[in-house]
Nanobody
């Protein structure tokens, strides 16, 4: 399985971005996908996860600002981010798992998000 993110870039504080992550390869094995971010000096945060049935979870993010969605036909997950803040810059990456209760099996390379005030 290969995961490729897109949609990152610079944005002004208060602005919005929609990130995309397309899965290819043996996608029928994927049970759920998620987004996480890593900023220098900060711990990795899992922002949102979604199962192939559309069940979502937001472990470490503000669900009022972040929304995960999934297009099963395209095997693409999206992360809609609104009201971006100066503390949001990071590398945003997606991940996928073949087991709902195990660890994550596949990781993308990430896309950079910068926020200017």
């Amino acid at each position: 399985v290969r995961l490729v993110e897109s949609g990152g870039g610079p944005v002004q504080a208060g602005g919005s971005l929609r990130l995309s992550c397309e899965a290819s390869g043996s996608v029928s094995s994927i049970k759920h996908m998620g987004w996480y971010r890593q900023a220098p000096g900060r711990r990795r945060e899992t922002l949102a996860t979604i199962t192939m049935e559309g069940i979502t979870d937001y472990p470490d993010s503000d669900k009022d600002r972040f929304t995960i969605s999934l297009d099963n036909a395209k095997m693409t997950t999206y992360l809609q981010m609104n009201g971006l803040k100066p503390e949001d810059p990071a590398v945003y990456s997606c991940k996928a798992a073949t087991n709902l209760f195990g660890g994550w099996d596949y990781w993308g390379q990430g896309t950079h998000v910068t926020v200017s005030s």
